[in-house]
């Protein structure tokens, strides 16, 4: 039951993990894992504003190669969505 709502609403579980993140009564081993659950969530969509926001809050580190990435991938759609 749980994985049906994560497929239908991925943003809410996206906001939930970084809630816990940020929760103090949260095991640290815990919040390892959802630091990986929410690095491949931004990875899989981009989400560069995301990404550069926990890094400033230092919650994630930051990986310019792939903020580089990040940022190619968004401008190359934009050049795309542009065409159209």
């Known amino acids: 039951m749980e994985n049906q709502g994560e497929a239908q609403q991925p ?3 996206l906001s939930h ?3 816990l993140l940020t929760h103090p009564d949260v095991q640290d081993i815990e919040k390892v894992r959802l630091k990986e659950e929410v690095l491949t969530t ?3 969509d981009d989400m560069v ?3 550069e926001t926990l890094v400033a ?3 994630l580190e930051k990986d310019q190669s792939l903020l ?3 940022r190619a991938k968004n401008e190359d759609e934009l050049k ?3 065409e159209k």
């Open 42 to 44: 931004i990875k899989s």
């Open 11 to 13: 943003h809410l579980v």
């Open 80 to 82: 795309k969505l542009d």
């Open 49 to 51: 504003p995301l990404y």
């Open 57 to 59: 809050e230092s919650l």
């Open 68 to 70: 580089d990435s990040m």
């Open 17 to 19: 993990k970084l809630f």
